[in-house]
């Protein structure tokens, strides 16, 4: 339990200290709106702020020692109490956290705020709603939603997150304060990991810094993930294979051999090799090594772009390719094994 408690400590978020201590002001200055908009790139902590604020400002701990906004002490998170504990387990009376359904935030969700409202909180004090990825909702949720936000009940705040803000109707950004998010510069990205992970290298870290474009957690899941094992894996096995059939025509490939030797892979993998399909088609565009993401193996990389006798347009179709696979897998259930046959058929095809 200790391990999990600690992650929602809010003294623990990385690289967003100014809007931390935007929403300390607001608490203990008594000002919290009923809406707040958390916008910008996603992945770089927006849910997980919100989701941390909202639990340290419920924490039966911290209102026992400073009172409802009473003070400046430490916003806290104990995971302990009854209300971190309930945090924890998902049976908040006081938090409620809606995501999307597939690939939209759906009328189905925003209902469930009404019986939640409904309920008796089981602590005195705030509630929060957090809606995960807002700007996904369709019409009708974004309507329902509206008319909560036009009529907000006392102590009860909603906070959305949103990648685009654009896509969110304008009548309910306008019923949000708004609080804007940038990705966490990878000098602090650096630090943090260089202290968890000392064997890293520099090299290894600044590699990683720039591949997770600003986001902590996709810092983590390269690291935990062994994107650097993974990738070596893609070079050796499967692109050396996949382009030399493309200079060789007549060989005839069968996708499956292909196929076979990548394991019915996940969605990091086809995002993996979306990197390095993007690393091939800049070279092969520009030939300026220092905007691949993949720069500690730009030799391979150039090789790859320079040998090939694919056109800039012909790799361009392999990675809207994987760019659609990734969405299959996102959103269907689809049978490994013969989803990775299919993706490599329409490689092989091009």
Known sequence: MDSDYKNYDISNIVGHKKQLEFLKGLFFSGRMPSGLLFYGQKNIGKRFTAAAFAASVLCGDYRAFAGEGGGSPPLNFC???PSCLSFLNGSSRSLLIIEPSGSAVKIESIHKIDSFL?????????????????????????????????????????????????????????RCLLLGFSPIPDEVLSEVFKSEFPALSGETLKFYSKLSRGSYSAFRGLIEGKYLEKRDFLIDIIFKELFAEYKNKACGRNPYDISVKFNAAEKEDFELILFILRDIYIYKMLKNEKLLYNEDIADKIRKFALDSPLSSKDIGHMIESTVDHIEKINS???????????????????
């Open 332 to 350: 269907y259930n689809l049978n490994k094994s013969i989803a990775s046959d299919s993706y490599f058929s329409g490689l092989l095809s091009l």
């Open 79 to 81: 995971g302990k109490c």
């Open 118 to 174: 409904g309920l008796t909180p089981a602590y005195p004090g705030y509630r929060f709603i957090i809606i995960d990825e807002a700007s996904s909702m369709n019409a009708s949720a974004a309507n329902a939603l509206l008319k909560m936000l036009e009529e907000p009940r006392e102590k009860t705040v909603f906070i959305l997150t949103a990648s685009n803000g654009g896509m969110l109707l304008p009548t309910v950004v306008s």
